[in-house]
């Protein structure tokens, strides 16, 4: 009996290596899926391009971002270039993705559910219809209110707008007041986060604006600031314990507080006569509940209704039709949530284009792994963990 048998000898096509080129080119496309498969089921990294988070998150921080605290998003337009988003650099007007296929949304199991003051990046819910100005930049058509006189706005899906990152301030089912630039939720204060920023006045008579050491020492941004109706007032853009050591040392900190109604402000009705520091009360949708539809309110629902649940709603000659029937009541479909920026009065956030709904969230901002600012490497928030 045999126990060993003569290896069988090798053709010389089985001899012959795989050439440099073939070699390269399996390296790159194994990396480029490991890579998409991480980016789109565990993290991925973000960069922080202005200043609507400070103090908290600062320009040029980079972050990764968890997609497994919420669970995976599966992506709704899978025919796609890696890593890319919704334009391609150099190539103006080429579209890196395909909508012949629109998978519908749906999200993995995760480590549990958006929580209250959790950083969120998310998909700009008004990003979906976008114009360029004759300067390249890209403004959504909420923003200019016409578009006539733009190029054919770009319309595009969920995944594929505009990544934005605020702090979650309600949740579904939650109804949100802002009074004299103080949050509540269903009715109770809601502290503001210690890095958070606002702008206020300091009125000094001596007409001097505050020392350059101290404002080093309170980290007060000096593009920040600038003389108010007189001089004896100067306007800083404040965090928390900014405004309470000024307060100590003796000046008078008072809130730069809106006091008239302002049309740019979610639903953009005039019958809301709303501003960034004067805001609702504003009911958060939960999914399931039912709402009552009246005249008076349905301009708060018209984007959800219409786009984010894909109805045809009709609001003409004074009737509610939702695909053709007439409404007197709606059950939402999906949860929304309620983002703010720490950067109080420098961001545009849920009051400027309404709710965010449960299919745009991409991920939980986690950790800043790497920060630069004004050329250097800002060493102190590396692996700083985002709270």
């Known amino acids: 009996m045999k126990f060993f048998s003569r290896r069988k000898p090798t053709t010389n096509a089985e001899k012959k290596k795989k050439s440099l080129l073939r070699e390269w080119i399996d390296a790159i496309v194994f990396a480029v899926v490991v890579a998409t498969l991480i980016r789109t089921f565990l993290f991925e990294a973000f960069v922080i391009p202005t200043p609507s988070m400070e103090q908290t998150l600062l320009v040029n921080d980079y972050i990764f971002v968890s997609k497994v605290s919420y669970g995976p998003r599966i992506p709704i337009t ?10 391609l650099p150099f190539l103006t007007g080429v579209k890196p993705y395909s909508t012949a296929v629109q998978w519908p949304y749906m999200r ?19 990003g979906d219809t976008v114009v360029t100005d004759k300067h390249g ?46 949050v509540s939720v269903n009715g109770q204060l809601q502290i503001l986060p210690p890095e958070s920023e606002m702008k206020y006045i300091i009125t000094d008579n ?34 928390v314990v900014a405004r309470e050591k000024l307060r100590k040392l003796g000046y008078q900190v008072e809130l730069d507080s809106a006091t008239e109604k302002d049309k740019r402000m979610y639903p953009y009705d005039t019958m809301y006569a709303w501003n960034r520091d ?7 949708p939960k999914k399931g509940d039912v709402v009552q539809l009246t005249r008076e309110n349905i301009g708060l629902y018209i984007r959800i209704i219409g786009t984010y649940e ?16 007439p409404a007197s009541s709606y059950t939402f479909k999906m949860n929304y949530y309620w983002m703010m920026g720490d950067n109080r009065h420098y961001s545009d956030d849920s009051r400027y284009w309404g709710f965010l709904p449960e ?29």
């Open 78 to 87: 899978p025919l796609a270039i890696p890593f890319t988003n919704s334009t």
């Open 108 to 126: 993995l199991p995760g480590f549990g559910k958006p929580k209250r003051y959790d950083v969120i990046v998310f998909n700009l819910p008004a």
């Open 137 to 182: 930049e890209e403004l959504n058509a909420y923003q200019v209110g016409s578009i006539d006189g733009y190029p054919p706005p770009d319309i595009r899906p969920v995944d594929k707008r505009a990544t934005w990152i605020k702090r979650c301030i309600g949740l579904p089912g939650d109804t949100v007041t802002i009074k004299n630039g103080e």
């Open 206 to 239: 001596t007409c001097k604006t505050l020392p350059s050491s101290l404002r080093k020492e309170l980290r007060i941004d000096s593009n920040f600031y600038q003389y108010y109706r007189d001089s004896t007032k100067t306007r800083y853009n404040l965090t």
């Open 278 to 284: 004067n805001f609702g009360p504003i009911y958060v």
């Open 310 to 325: 894909g109805n045809k709603l009709d609001t003409t000659n004074g009737r509610i039709l939702i695909n053709g029937v």
């Open 359 to 387: 299919n745009h969230i991409v991920g939980k901002a986690t950790m800043v792994w790497l920060s630069v600012g004004s050329g250097n490497i800002r060493w102190r928030r590396m692996f700083h963990f985002i709270n």
